[in-house]
């Protein structure tokens, strides 16, 4: 039995995490803490509801601004699954022992 596979486009944008080169990188990297100072005292963070929150702004966000609201909704995309794994997965991983005042 063949499942039924549609080749045509959906409406709606996939978001995808895209760096054309080091600038983006470093876009992507200040929206994604420019966006978690902001979200954090309305949703919280590092929880399943600021995870769920970013990840869905940043798929409705998706390519309706340009490169810039690319960038910025990319950072919201990997802020949001950061949250969900950390909600999941937990926040009491191993720390380092090593001093980090360097």
């Known amino acids: 039995m063949k499942a039924n596979v549609s080749n045509s486009k959906s409406s709606t944008p996939t978001p995808k995490v895209h760096a054309s080169g080091v ?3 470093l876009g992507i990297a200040l929206s994604k803490q420019i966006t978690e100072r902001l979200a954090t005292p309305v949703v919280g963070n590092g929880n399943l509801k600021s995870g769920v929150s970013k990840l869905v702004t940043g798929v409705l966000g998706y390519d309706r601004a340009g490169k810039i609201g690319n960038i910025i909704t990319g950072g919201l ?9 950390v909600a999941l997965v937990g926040a009491n991983a191993p720390q380092s022992t090593q001093d980090s005042s360097w």
């Open 77 to 85: 995309v990997i802020d949001g699954a950061e949250d969900v794994i």
């Open 23 to 25: 600038f983006d990188v």
